[in-house]
């Protein structure tokens, strides 16, 4: 990949630098394409900020504007996947417009249908517009003496609270923040008080902002001269975190003011805001451990805060702790000052202008490691017995920080950034500027213990927390709707990155299967555009999920129209192929797992600009990719020559399926004789898309396996990947199903397959690292499995480590495998617990816990769930974990469902609705049902629980997949039959 020009570095429209609201919210005028987009009644909102009706597809907005973003952003992505080899970018000049340019021109009848939805719609902006403004909020009334009654919502007090929305009003803003708090690690409470300049915007009386949880205690207001500090009075309103503190005389427009709140709270018990781990140190002595998880809305059960990314301001913070313990935060010490007895207080330096969800604070006893780089002094923490773990995090983080300020050209603007090992955090990793978390696994690295994949996976991380600092919190989306401006740029970042410094990492396959993983999510009728509006805590925190992650698009030519078409529409498309000669014919529909017939018409408009590349017998190199825009529904692309074979989406860089109709054949037969002359991720991309149109019905499960037939001779990491993934969810599915017998004849196809491949693998942790992951991949499988005697070698290791008490050394790469095999019997399960409790590695902990989870043994599994919730011996955040390899199992997934329905209060009290841990229990512990019957107990559980519960988008989600399981196995369980 080429570094892209820095001329092109701008800023899309709705990320946010240091300015505020300078620029209304976004408004897509699909009026103006009417073929695009079907207008649903969920896209009407109401938009606080402006005081004026934003309707998603009838904006009063111009187009220009939006596109922009898509623009920026595209350009930003210069570097896209399309660009990869100059030479590819050199020939995008094949692409061809269409004749017309856009989209198609509409039949009578489209018109018609889109009339009567604009006339619709305009009726209901009429409507709308008239109500909530003079329903909810003063200021929004056009005539002052109108005579409807307002109806705000009571404070906790009875009075009248007096703002109705879920948004802050925009008539004050934060410019700064003094915060001083005291936690107590002995009580588990703290205490703080925050002093938060403002500026006046429009004149008013209130100042609302966010709270949640705080017992606040006093407020008072001081004007811009600062000196009459005056008591006012403070409204609570607990639904929407808010507080509103009365000014005891109207609020000037341009005026500054300094609020002050003095509050206490307790450390949270869950994941969120100010929270408390407890750990054991070297003397196995427990220890308090306090840390921060802002984002995305838990800043406010912190410090009363404006708690909404676009309300940027400067903090200054101050911690009194115990002289004993040490304190970090995002910007470095400036100060520590005695308080009282063992209490000193130390002060950071003001931060630059950020967002409140990247504020963080840590109280704890850490040891680190730095280096300087670049005028920044990089560190890296972790609890003393885990400091000798730390100096891979180090090197790489330095690498990569030198890295990103030569691509970026911009310098990353603080004078320290530490990286810190968490015992306790739900996330992987957050990014608070210049103090990232970290849980421990995905910072600590150990020579031992620490595996190929392991080494992979931390490297990525910390490339992602780091491109956040940069994309996210240098510059920041507006608001949460636009979240993949924040986490899809840092993982396109992180890919970049990694392929860049670390090519030997291969992290490109990596990529590969996250795009499979977000096809799979994106191809159900409850996914969502990338950019959808969200108001609720629970829907900020559901846009955290593998779409906001990956579902980035290439951004060339015309990338105006192009990226609309891929953030507005949820979903992806497919494209059919029929070659005739020298002609080809390519035509584009929505890929969907279900078709609804409710969804006809709707899903029939949608239309993507879809970067088409392709390579053909003639030419089949790199070098050689041809190109074509496909922006209508259908188009002829005319070969120079007749080809023998024709392979779209070169290398999966695009986000598409392809189905080939009768030019299968031609594919199977080239993967037979000749499976090189495509490329590995080529290879990967074709297993992927048959095994897909087979559980589509658009294809046989037949050719499926026919194409994989070639496998024995395959070599390569990411086709072996792809194709076991596949055979993977069809044996789980026909276990959990009771067709053992078929479950175990497709295990001897398997066999027949790679039972050499696996055969030859060693027990080490030698040769390149592809090699060794695919290793791990095909060890472990075999172990689970029970074929290819691959228990009796791990068994062997295993039995030998255990002799030796645990202190031979095994290979890391096998270790998952052999304690697999080891946790078996129940001796072995025993001793791997016990070693599970003394371990200090974290990488090492993690095979424990996939392998104790893996037993047949029913109360076992139980005990380890429940252990898990409750935190003591298994750490809560292995749960998510725990339960995925539990459902997988036939012993254990009905266990799993039954575990998360009867704790789902308490899961959801610790992990948050909507969380990607919850979206995560969700979904493994419902992906194995294939029934009518699970289907009716799995919507009836989640319509007895709350309204927000059975609404949420994971819970749509497991159901749609329990439908998709259900016709997959009546389309193909007679072929199978057949088959195997
Ligand atoms: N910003 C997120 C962390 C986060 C996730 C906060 C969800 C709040 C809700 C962070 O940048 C992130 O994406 N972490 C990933 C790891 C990353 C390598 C993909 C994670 O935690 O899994
Ligand atoms: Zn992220």
């Known amino acids: 990949m080429q570094p892209f020009p820095s001329d092109q570095i701008q800023l899309p429209r709705n990320m946010i630098e240091n300015s505020m609201f300078e620029e209304e919210p976004d408004v897509v005028d699909l009026a103006k394409e009417p ?87 305009v009726a209901l902006i009429m409507v709308i517009y008239l109500l909530p403004k003079c329903t909810f909020t003063k200021e929004g009334c056009h005539k002052r003496n109108h005579t409807i009654e307002l109806i705000y919502p009571l404070a906790t007090n009875g009075k009248l609270f007096p703002w109705a929305k879920i948004r802050l009003p925009s008539d004050v803003v934060p410019l700064h923040y003094d915060l001083v708090l005291q936690p107590n690690l002995t009580t ?103 840390a921060t998880q802002f984002e995305p809305v838990a800043a406010r059960s912190a410090f009363p805060c404006f708690d909404e990314p676009a309300f940027k301001a400067t903090f200054l913070i101050k911690i009194k702790r115990d002289e004993k313990l040490s304190t970090m935060s995002n910007m470095p010490k400036k100060a520590t000052t005695p308080v009282t007895n063992g209490i000193v207080q130390d002060e950071f330096f003001v931060s ?206 015309d990338v105006k129209k192009l990226m609309k078409t891929w953030i507005v529409q949820k979903g992806f498309p497919l494209v059919t192929v029929v070659r005739k000669g020298k002609i080809i014919s390519v035509k584009q529909e929505k890929y969907l797992y279900l078709v609804e017939p409710e969804n006809w018409t709707s899903d029939a408009s949608y239309l993507w600009h879809i970067p088409l590349t392709y390579i053909t017998s003639s030419c089949n190199f790199t070098h050689c990719t041809n190109a074509y825009l496909l922006d209508q529904k259908s188009a002829i692309i005319e070969l120079p020559e007749e080809v023998e074979w024709i392979k779209f989406n070169v290398d999966m860089n695009g986000y598409y399926i392809v189905h080939y109709g009768e030019d299968w054949k031609t594919l199977i037969d080239l993967l037979k004789k000749n499976h090189t002359a495509l490329s590995p991720k080529d290879r990967a991309n074709l297993i992927n898309n048959i095994f897909n149109l087979a559980g589509l019905g658009k294809e046989s499960l037949e050719k499926a396996f026919e194409l994989i037939d070639y496998l024995n001779k395959e070599s390569s990491t990411a086709p072996l990947t792809q194709a076991l993934f596949q055979l993977s969810l069809i044996y789980n599915l026909l276990e959990k199903k009771g067709e053992q017998q078929l479950a175990s004849r497709l295990m001897h196809r398997i066999e027949r397959l790679l039972g050499d491949k696996i055969d030859q693998q060693s027990w080490t942790d030698d040769g390149a690292l592809s090699q060794r992951e695919l290793r791990s991949m095909l060890l472990a499988f075999a172990c689970t499995h029970d074929i290819r005697n691959c228990r009796t070698t791990a068994t062997e290791m295993f039995e030998k480590w255990v002799n030796s008490n645990g202190t031979i050394s095994l290979p890391s790469d096998v270790m998952k495998a052999v304690f697999t095999a080891g946790a078996k019997s129940s001796d072995g399960w025993d001793f791997l617990l016990k070693m599970y409790y003394s371990s200090v590695s974290e990488a090492e902990k993690s095979k424990m816990i996939e392998a104790l989870a893996s037993t047949d043994d029913v109360r076992k599994l139980i005990w380890l769930m429940q252990n898990s919730l409750e935190g003591e011996v298994i750490r809560t955040q292995e749960l998510s974990h725990i339960i995925a390899t539990v459902s997988q199992s036939l012993p254990g997934y009905l266990l799993a469902w039954d575990f998360v329905k009867e704790n789902w209060e308490k899961l959801t009290q610790k992990f948050h ?15 194995q049902f294939a029934t009518k019957a699970h289907l009716m107990e799995v919507k009836s559980f989640f319509e007895s629980k709350s309204e927000q519960s059975s609404q949420l988008h994971s819970v749509k989600e497991a159901i749609e997949t329990i439908q998709f399981n259900i016709q997959w196995m009546e389309r193909n369980l007679a072929m199978l039959q057949e088959l195997l």
Request: with cysteine; glycine share 4%.
């Open 913 to 927: 609705l909507g969380s990607y841990t919850i979206q995560n229990i969700i979904s493994w512990s419902t992906s």
């Open 35 to 121: 073929c695009l987009h079907p207008l649903e009644p969920d896209e009407v909102e109401y938009e606080p900020r402006s005081s004026r009706l934003l309707v998603r597809g009838l904006g009063e907005h111009e187009m220009d504007d939006d596109e922009e973003d898509y623009e920026s952003s595209a350009k930003l992505l210069g570097m896209s996947f399309m660009n990869r080899s100059s030479s590819l970018r050199n020939n995008m000049s094949v692409y061809r417009q269409s004749s017309n340019g856009s989209c198609s021109l509409p039949s009578t009848r489209t018109m018609v249908v889109c009339t009567v939805i604009l006339v619709i719609a």
């Open 352 to 557: 630059l202008k950020m967002s409140t969800y990247l504020v963080a604070f840590v109280v704890a006893d850490l040891k680190n490691i730095s280096r300087e780089t670049n005028e920044s002094l990089v560190s890296v923490y972790a609890i003393p017995q885990h400091l000798n773990q730390v100096e891979y995090a180090l090197n790489t983080s330095v690498k990569l920080l030198e890295f990103y300020q030569n691509y970026f050209l911009i310098n990353y603007p603080l004078e320290k950034l530490d990286l810190v090992a968490i015992p306790d955090l739900q996330s992987g990793a957050m990014e608070n500027w210049g103090l990232i978390t970290f849980r421990e696994s995905a910072l600590l690295f150990d020579s031992h213990t620490s595996s190929a994949r392991d080494k992979k996976s931390v490297t990525a991380v910390i490339a992602h927390e780091l491109a956040h600092q940069w994309f996210g919190n240098l510059v920041t989306m507006e608001w949460w709707n636009d979240l993949w401006l924040n986490e899809g740029f840092a993982t396109f970042m992180e890919y970049f990155a990694m392929e860049e410094i670390f090519p030997e990492l291969h992290s490109d396959e990596d990529f590969l299967n996250l795009i499979f993983k977000a096809m799979m999510k994106d191809s159900l009728n409850s996914s969502h555009p990338v950019s959808s509006a969200v108001q609720s805590s629970e829907q900020i925190e559901e846009m955290f999920d593998a779409l906001s992650y990956i579902k980035i698009t290439n951004g060339t030519l």
């Open 188 to 290: 588990l409470k703290f205490s703080g008080s925050v002093k938060i300049v403002v500026n006046i915007i429009h004149v008013t009386w209130k100042i609302v902002l966010h709270s949640s949880g705080l017992n606040i205690t006093k407020a008072t207001i001081t004007s811009a001269g600062g000196h009459q500090e005056k008591l006012a009075e403070f409204l609570e309103y607990p639904l929407h975190d808010q507080i509103a503190v009365m000014a005891p005389e109207a609020l000037l427009v341009g005026q500054n003011y300094t609020v002050n709140l003095a509050y206490s709270s307790k450390l949270s018990d869950t994941y969120y805001g100010f929270y408390k781990i407890s750990y054991k140190d070297e003397n196995l002595k427990q220890r308090w451990f306090a």
